[in-house]
Nanobody
Framework: QVQLVESGGGSVQAGGATRLSCYASGDMKSHYCMGWFRQAPGKEREGVASIRTRTGDTHYTDSAQGRFSISQDNAKNIVYLQMNALRPEDTAMHYC????????????????WGQGTQVTVS
């Protein structure tokens, strides 16, 4: 089993930046992807960015492309999400997740989550 702990976020002015961190512990050997998701009040959770843990290949949704950057520090088991040019519509609880063991990076296969960290943009 994997434990995920997010940190970072907080209140940011529009146009500003912040960085989220996700520390993963436990058996990560069979989890080939890690991703960031977000959920705004009254909306469903949606993907933001993902990274293939073995290759470093990244994927971004349209809302994140060009503004956000996902990266990893394999030595520390941390995945980061650098968020730039923030907009009020980026306000949401942000979650780190991993897919089922051996699974793909498809958003449908994510089934383990951290507790989330709030990002509020005003």
């Amino acid at each position: 089993q994997v434990q995920l702990v997010e940190s970072g976020g907080g209140s940011v002015q529009a146009g500003g930046a912040t960085r989220l961190s996700c520390y993963a512990s436990g058996d990560m050997k069979s989890h080939y992807c890690m991703g960031w998701f977000r959920q705004a009040p009254g909306k469903e959770r949606e993907g933001v960015a993902s990274i293939r843990t073995r290759t470093g290949d990244t994927h971004y949704t349209d809302s994140a492309q060009g503004r956000f950057s996902i990266s990893q520090d394999n030595a520390k088991n941390i995945v980061y999400l650098q968020m730039n040019a923030l907009r009020p519509e980026d306000t949401a609880m942000h979650y780190c997740g991993v897919p089922i063991p051996g699974g793909t990076c498809s958003q449908l296969e994510y089934n383990e989550w951290g507790q989330g960290t709030q990002v509020t943009v005003s």
